[in-house]
């Protein structure tokens, strides 16, 4: 049990402080910080995937005015390290299309993207492997996370064998683009303290400012990481990715001139990751009155040849359901494409699509309710580890959900309800991330000036953490908001985690309390000018002891048009187990915003892969598709509010991602219902429904 | 190849060099230090350049600066006036229809356009052809897509709009 | 993008001399075409003429009953003219359907009939495509390509035209008024584009320097219409299929009718098929059935957009029984 703060701010209903700023068009972005006299850097980019490069001409480029640096794998800076994804301009071979393989550096935009356009690279190609064949599968070490690659208990053959009802079904998610609308730039500077000065789009000023340090072999106090205002990131802007070594290998060359790189829209689709594709076999056995007695996902997924990417898919299946007969792997195929990486809920997001579908096949071919079957078989304890759950309460998210939807209205036959043209469903399924908090987060609290100043290398990538953190040292330190100044986004200062695996909140949530609470040990209530404390966190211990999930439930309701296929999801509904929420504003729009990208896997966002070509034939927003705003109809998000004092100080479970998963699960089990069509391979388009 | 023209922006006139290639977004970001639009995609794709041209929203992406010699630009920073935020910034911070921020300048320039051509009278794909349109949700939805948000804002920017709106 | 001269055109024909006298100079008016591929690099101009301070925006009665659109009226200004939403509401339905608000704003009627296609082999240099690069061959024939033709394409390319107006201007009898370096002269709307055929790099009927300057349509059609789109957004997004339909309905039957639909084909595809099996027909299922069939007939898929077929077919019977007051069959007979 973790003392816990008591809640005055926590919980308070707060607009976030940095909206008039986001709104006046006054944050700035990596892009926006007024540097001087900067240079811009436009690459080139291999159009082959697979092969070396035989010649690079850059005659035409070099004698462009304005022109100052053309890099390419002849002259570009060593770089250290055994990530290959870094190892950017370093030899001859193309691993993908759209690999970076030179660069031109100019005094203008447009000179810099017309020199590299002049830029002739001659290859020597070889033939590439673009799609996943049985062949070429091998198993992983481990999967992301650290997970391990297979589970086996108990005989889940011999349950299929004997079980009264089964599901044995595939399903395919697509490969998906994280596309935040803030393109990656880099914006870096070689400085004469012979270090890089870097405005950088990232979820973690820290980690990226390690990823630099170790890739150049500059000491990581010489190179600071600036980034309070970032586009989005979804996963994406996790860890750093090749355009920003690119960038800082062209700062490196030209000492004391800031060189911006922004990667076009269409790069956003080969180098800077994606959630890869993945086919999953999903085995239900089960009583005839819906008892699990065994749960089987094994799933297929495209990696690269530049680094090794597996999503823990299987991981919701481990941990959902209780069933005596449990089994899981993952298995990849190493392929001549773009490095795939994080994307919001790697794993739970493709994986809750394929067992919550199948667990509405199952209920389907046992002739109860959904919602029942999933009650039916709700486990006493995690089923993968054996430990207790901190806290779970996914059945009463299912229920309040269900009253909140007016989901026990429906009738369960299929093509039963229509509204003029269109076929009516109400689909259920449910969602769950695991709570996490990282080690290794420190927090700064001074007195000056009669204010608490509050430091810590956070990221607010959208989240709310500009505010929430300050709601929470303004509990921590029991004073009023607007006494605290809160200072994040930047590796100068104390160190802090990655904003992702919804850890963020947590983790520096309770550096920040830990060093309120040293700094009010110490100083008491009237601390005297200048007094600081610097805490750091001790690694949490609770996942030895207990299970740490939150769940929920998501309540869709699909149209579907009768003569043309079209699809619309005009409700869609979500009740979360999130622990204790921070700031109920920004919590919501965290939450509906997931469901809004959970939506969007289902209905839209698909790369496709041309074989011949090797690479994605739809790399831009006309063509791949997000929802516009008239996609997103009646949406809601709400939340159970039991904090979970085993967790953090807070009693606070992450919310940047639950949201997404089972999202998928819930539209196909409604698109089900109202046509009869059972879609197992996203996106749901209109051309599912016909002929 | 070069050009000088004048444009003003956010009520103050200035004089900028273009290339010839240089669109009207970044002659405002790299040239004016303008950087309230923001370049989602260069395509016109995604709405974050929108900025009010003349009093009507553009995307900035799809115009050559040099094009638009003369014209009056204002841009989220110019909402903001004397009196402080436009009441649109105003409800899109109240009303939450933000996260990220990136896509939001572009999405209050849009905002106030909308509100103009609606006031103007002017339909659009779900107003009954012929009738007077009337900003409810399903016309703000429609209205108002002509600009990606990946956080999923919409329904704050729908209620935001709504509440301006009246 | 290449550097290129840019040039402010004083009147109309001194653009299309500018434009004429080299052949890669081309014309700008909204941009919202041009200033992409610019940046694609699907267009390298050397000249830019912009002919968007001409001021050919009016939009004028004739004395037919008709409507004369001056080629630089903006998209917006079109669709919410009050004399098109009362006389055209299929023009302003079709118009208000593409693309969003903001290009709306700037894209204008002459610009938006010449707008190329969005295959995407098209729109990316760094690979073949017959149309920028004739000879190079045609990914998308094995490729992706879920939004190309199913009517009228050839082994050189299975681009689909994008415009929903010119779709809308089809149905409606419009006349494209095009100043070339000889002068004056009319063009159907419907003759304006021409199928891919041996040579897949022209578009449109036009000759280098011919400028539109106007659009003329005749007296309204009467009867009902409907611009019906279908496409994987609810908004601001390419139609998969889309129809600009409008029907007269006398005595009892179909005394005459306008199909034309869009998404299928590297032109508006004008349903004459469909139109000729239902003119002084009944409207009956039966009948609206063997019409969008025979329009179909020669429909050939691609791998990746079967279902455009069934979709065309579909589009076409709903929006049918809707105009003609038919009731759909009960679905077991469907």
């Known amino acids: 049990m973790t003392e816990q703060l008591t809640p005055v701010e926590i919980g308070r209903d707060r607009a976030r402080f940095d909206g008039a700023l986001k709104a006046e068009g006054a944050a700035p972005y990596a892009y926006d910080y007024p540097v001087e006299d900067p240079l811009y850097l436009w690459t080139v980019d291999s159009t082959i995937a697979k092969g070396r490069v035989a010649a690079i001409d850059a005659s035409a480029a070099e004698a462009t005015d304005g022109v100052v640096l053309v890099l390419t794998h002849d002259n570009a800076v060593r770089v250290s390290g055994d990530d290959l994804e870094y190892a950017v301009l370093q030899d001859p071979a193309v691993r993908f299309r759209g690999q970076v393989v030179a660069a031109v550096v100019a005094t203008t935009p447009e000179v810099a993207r017309a020199a590299a356009e002049s830029v002739v690279v001659r290859y020597d190609q070889e033939p590439h492997s673009v799609t996943v064949r049985a062949e070429d599968l091998y198993r992983p070490e481990k999967v992301n996370a650290g997970f391990p690659t297979d589970t086996d208990t108990g005989d889940l053959d011999a349950a299929m064998a004997s079980a009264a009802v089964t599901v044995d079904e595939g399903y395919v998610t697509a490969r998906t683009h994280a596309s935040p609308v803030e393109p990656h730039t880099t914006v870096a500077t070689w400085t004469d303290a012979d270090g890089f000065l870097v405005f950088e789009s990232s979820q973690s000023a820290h980690g990226f400012r390690r990823v630099f340090s170790d890739v150049f072999e500059v000491p990581a106090e010489r190179v600071r990481v600036i980034a309070p205002f970032v586009g989005g990131g979804f996963g994406s802007k996790g860890m750093p990715h090749a355009g920003a070594v690119v960038a800082m290998m062209a700062a490196r060359a030209l000492p004391g001139r800031p060189v911006k790189y922004a990667h076009t829209r269409r790069q956003m689709f080969r180098l800077v990751g994606y959630r890869p594709r993945a086919e999953q076999r999903v085995r239900l056995a089960a009583d005839a009155d819906g008892t699990l007695l065994g749960v089987g996902v094994d799933v297929v997924q495209e990696s690269s040849v530049v680094k090794e990417y597996a999503e823990q898919s299987a991981m919701p299946a481990r941990t959902m359901y209780a069933a005596p007969h449990r089994r899981t792997s993952h298995r990849l195929a190493a392929l001549d494409v773009p490095v795939p990486s994080w994307m919001r809920a790697p794993g739970e997001a493709p994986g809750m699509f394929a067992l919550e579908s199948a667990m509405d096949e199952l209920a389907h071919e046992c002739g109860i309710d959904p919602i029942e079957l999933r009650v039916l078989n709700e486990p006493a304890v995690d089923p993968d580890t054996g430990l207790p759950h ?22 369960p036959r299929v093509r039963s309800r229509r509204q003029g043209p269109w076929l009516v469903g109400h689909g259920v399924a449910a969602s769950t991330y695991p709570a996490y908090r990282q080690p290794n987060n420190t927090a700064l609290v001074r007195f000056a000036d009669g204010r608490y100043q509050v430091e810590i290398a956070a990221a607010d990538i959208g989240t709310g953490a500009w505010t929430a953190l300050n709601q929470i040292a303004a509990d921590a330190l029991g004073v009023p908001v607007d006494e605290v100044d809160l200072a994040i986004g930047d590796s100068a200062l104390p160190v802090a985690s990655v904003a992702g695996g919804s850890s963020g909140t947590a983790s520096w949530g309770t550096a920040i309390v830990t060093a309120a609470r040293q700094f009010r040990e110490k100083f008491g209530s009237h601390p005297a000018e200048d007094d600081e404390v610097r805490a750091d966190v001790p690694a949490p211990t609770v996942a030895e002891e207990f299970a740490t999930h939150a769940h929920g439930a998501q309540f869709a309701e699909v149209h579907v048009h009768e003569d043309t296929g079209e699809i619309r999801v005009p409700r869609l509904y979500g009740v979360f187990d999130a622990g204790q929420v921070i700031n109920p504003r920004t919590a919501r729009s965290q939450l509906v915003g997931g469901m809004v990208m959970g939506m969007s896997m289902a209905l839209h966002e698909d790369s496709v892969m041309d074989p011949a070509l090797g690479h994605t034939a739809n790399p831009d927003l006309a063509d791949y598709h997000i929802p516009v705003n008239a996609d997103v109809c009646d949406l809601r998000a709400e939340w159970l509010g039991i904090p979970d004092h085993r967790l953090n100080p807070m009693g606070s479970k992450g919310i940047g991602e639950i949201g997404i998963t089972g999202t998928a699960a819930a539209i196909a089990n409604a698109a089900f219902h109202a046509t009869g069509v059972r879609v197992r391979e996203l996106p749901i388009t209109l051309d599912k429904f016909l002929g | 190849m070069e050009a000088d023209i004048t444009l003003r922006v956010d009520g103050e006139e200035r004089v900028v060099t273009v290339d010839t290639r240089t669109t009207l977004l970044d002659a405002l970001r790299d040239r004016l230090g303008v950087t309230a639009p923001k370049k989602g995609c260069d395509h016109g794709q995604c709405g974050s350049c929108t900025v009010l041209v003349d009093g009507r929203r553009e995307v900035s992406c799809l115009s050559l600066a040099v094009a638009k010699d003369g014209a009056e630009v204002v841009t989220a920073a110019g909402l903001v006036d004397a009196d402080g935020p436009h009441p649109v910034q105003r409800a899109f911070v109240d009303n939450d229809a933000l996260q990220c921020g990136f896509c939001t300048p572009g999405q209050v320039c849009s905002a106030v356009g909308v509100l103009a051509e609606a006031e103007a009278g002017w339909p659009s794909a779900v107003t009954a052809p012929g009738a007077t349109p009337e900003l409810t949700d399903a016309e703000i939805k429609e209205r108002m897509s002509g600009n990606l948000c990946r956080c999923g804002a919409y329904p704050g920017i729908v209620a935001a709009v709504r509440e301006v709106a009246g | 993008m290449r550097p290129f001269a840019y040039q402010r055109a004083a009147d109309a024909p001194s653009a299309v001399a500018a434009v004429a006298a080299d052949p890669r100079a081309v014309f700008l008016a909204g941009g919202t075409n041009l200033v992409d591929h610019l940046k694609l690099g699907v267009a390298a101009p050397s000249l830019v003429v912009d002919v968007s301070g001409l001021a050919v925006d009016e939009v004028e009665e004739l004395p037919d009953g008709g409507l004369r ?52 082999y098209f729109r990316d240099t760094t690979v073949p495509c017959n149309k920028r690069e004739p000879g190079s061959g045609c990914p998308a024939l094995t490729g992706h390509n879920r939004y190309h033709a199913i009517l009228g394409a050839s082994r050189e390319c299975v681009a689909t035209h994008p415009s929903d107006m010119a779709t809308a201007l089809v149905a409606l009898d419009a006349t494209a008024v095009v100043l070339g370096v000889d002068g004056s002269r009319r063009v159907p709307v419907g003759e304006l584009h021409r199928l891919p055929g041996d040579d897949p790099t022209r578009d449109t009927v036009l000759a280098h320097g011919d400028l539109i300057t106007a659009v003329e349509l005749p007296a309204p059609f009467g009867g009902r219409s409907r611009y019906r789109k279908v496409r994987d957004r609810a908004s601001f997004a390419f139609a998969l299929v889309s129809l600009a339909a409008a029907v007269r309905v006398r005595d009892g039957v179909i005394d005459d009718l306008r199909l034309v639909l869009g998404g299928v084909a590297h032109t508006p595809w004008r349903a004459r098929h469909a139109e000729d099996a239902l003119r002084g027909a009944a409207p009956t299922e039966g009948a609206l059935r063997a019409a969008a069939d025979a329009e179909l007939l020669d429909a050939k898929a691609l791998t990746g957009n079967a279902f455009k077929v069934p979709l065309a077919r579909n589009a076409l019977l709903s929006v049918l029984r809707d105009l003609t007051d038919i009731a759909p069959e009960l679905e077991e007979d469907a």
């Open chain 1, 390 to 411: 901190s806290s779970r309460y996914l059945v009463r998210c299912l229920r309040a959900g269900a009253d909140l939807f007016g989901w026990y209205h429906r009738d």
């Open chain 3, 69 to 120: 659109i001056g080629a630089g009226t903006r998209n917006s200004d079109l669709a919410a003219h009050p004399l098109v939403r009362e006389r055209y509401p299929l023009l302003s339905e079709a118009l208000l359907s593409g693309a969003s608000g903001q290009l709306r704003n700037v894209a204008t009627t002459g610009g938006n009939l010449l707008q190329r296609t969005r295959c995407g």
